[in-house]
């Protein structure tokens, strides 16, 4: 499978139309920034960001699975790969973002100022 | 599936050597693994942005209040236009450089070689690109005064659009001397002089009564903001940086300490101390990847041109640099979105 000899160029556009399309929503949605979704809140982000994220990990699902051809791969080598960066950066961020939330709001209810 | 398959027939010498439990052969192998690692890297670099960023939530800059330059469209506002075109390019050459290792699967010399080429140049494209983008960060647009206290100073006028330092500063009969090698000991000099002394920013400040001070705080809606006095609040917006009233513009700028132009690893124009530190940081380290990806991808042409993969009768060095190349491409992905799009 991995070494299949057919030529694979049809795809190859196919997902450079869905990157491109999927860049191009992005672009204009961070251009217009729509009232509704950039001051609704979801779990302490506003719906626009969580578009932004969720469509950026579409598109780097094509890069990794098409570009990269991981889909080619076999299954312990796709799973070697994608499950540590996937376990280490979710708990990575999960600390830091938590972490950082916490000095945020030890410093907005102290008496340091930053704004003098 | 497979993979099953392909240790049942390699069973007998499992230890024997010889056999790819992964399918793939070792330089394949660890080229995957050299990129897990290189993108935890990355993950940590932008983990660090993020927690500095929700660390300074209320104060961040706005990217698209920064990024708004575009080629030959001087004095124009086009945020983020530029990076677009920038993430097309690298794409693209993404999309390129997969063609040249769909034609090195069928042993095609002259279509790796066209591929090839193209990604090259689109990632020369893409590095110059990022130069520029750069040059434009550090020279700065408009300018600002950091206070004693550390905070930052920008200037608005009365219909709460940005104006820069050099439409409303005067000019005042002073001396002001760089320090220099030449005026001091050897190992002593400062950072090169702005544009106008504080002097001059708060006597032109004084001679235009339109001049308001926009803080880095983001302006939130609510009944505390809308008590404060000291805010503008017609100028203001929700979810905007706060403009001050005029006279406690006044007093904000009587407290200002040094005049900031561009950007640099000290302080920037733009907002928090960090902000400029984490671009200059994590799109460099991003720039250093496209150029040695640009390198490797050279050797390589070269060496399909010399027909070294032909007479190998595989092309698969052209699949591993082109796995390092895709990689740089999808951490741009990622950059793209959290430096210029959250």
């Known amino acids: 499978m991995a070494h299949e000899h057919v030529s694979n160029t049809k795809r190859i556009w196919l997902v450079f139309g869905i990157l491109s399309v999927v860049t191009t929503v992005e672009v204009i949605l961070g251009i217009i920034k729509p009232e509704s979704l950039h001051m609704t809140n979801f779990l302490s982000m506003n719906l626009l960001n969580w578009i932004f994220i969720i469509l950026t990990i579409f598109k780097a699902y094509y890069i990794i699975w098409a570009f990269m051809h991981l889909e080619g791969e076999t299954a312990s080598l796709r799973w070697s790969v994608v499950a540590p960066v996937v376990f280490l950066v979710l708990y990575l961020l999960f600390i830091l973002l938590v972490e950082a939330d916490y000095v945020f709001e030890v410093f907005k209810r102290s008496t340091i100022k930053w704004n003098f | ?137 550090i020279k700065g647009e408009y300018g600002a005064v950091e206070t004693k206290g550390g905070s930052l100073l920008q200037f608005v006028d009365d219909t709460g659009k940005r104006v820069a330092l050099a439409d409303f500063a005067v000019d005042l009969p002073e001396e002001r001397a760089e320090l220099t090698r030449s005026r001091s000991t050897w190992f002593q000099s400062g950072s090169s002089l702005p544009s ?93 990847h496209v150029f040695s990806g640009v390198i490797i991808n050279f050797i390589i042409f070269l060496n399909v041109l010399l027909g070294t993969y032909e007479k190998r009768r595989n092309y698969e060095m052209v699949e591993k640099v082109g796995l390092y190349w895709h990689f740089v491409d999808l951490v741009w992905v990622f950059v793209f979105t959290f430096f210029y799009l959250v």
Request: no cysteine; charged share 15%; proline share 3%.
């Open chain 2, 1 to 137: 599936m497979e993979a099953t398959a392909h240790t049942a027939h390699t069973q007998q010498k499992t230890w024997g050597g010889g056999n790819e439990p992964l399918g793939a052969n070792y330089g394949k192998l660890m080229m995957w693994f050299f990129i897990v690692s290189d993108a935890l890297t990355f993950s940590g670099f932008l983990a660090a942005y993020g927690f500095s960023r929700f660390k300074f939530i209320e104060t961040w800059p706005l990217p698209d209040e920064v990024f708004t330059h575009f080629p030959f469209l001087h004095g124009v506002a086009a945020p983020m236009y530029y990076v677009a075109l920038m993430t097309f390019i690298l794409i693209f050459s993404s999309v390129t450089m997969v063609l040249a290792v769909d034609a090195g699967h069928q042993m095609n010399k002259k279509k790796v070689t066209f591929y090839m080429f193209l990604t090259i140049i689109g990632g020369l494209i893409f590095v110059g690109s990022q130069a520029w983008e750069w040059k434009n960060f």
């Open chain 2, 196 to 288: 106008y002394s504080l002097a001059e920013v708060q006597a032109g400040f004084k001679a235009h009564p339109n001049i308001r001070v926009r803080t880095e705080v983001l302006y939130k809606d609510d009944a505390a903001a809308k008590a404060d006095k000291s805010i503008d609040h017609s100028l203001t917006k929700h979810k905007h940086k706060t403009i001050l009233t005029r006279e406690a513009s006044e007093q904000f700028l009587a407290n200002g300490a040094i005049v900031v132009e561009g950007a640099n690893l000290v302080r920037n124009e733009y907002g928090s101390k960090l902000f400029a530190d984490f671009f200059f940081f994590i799109t460099g380290f991003h720039g250093f």
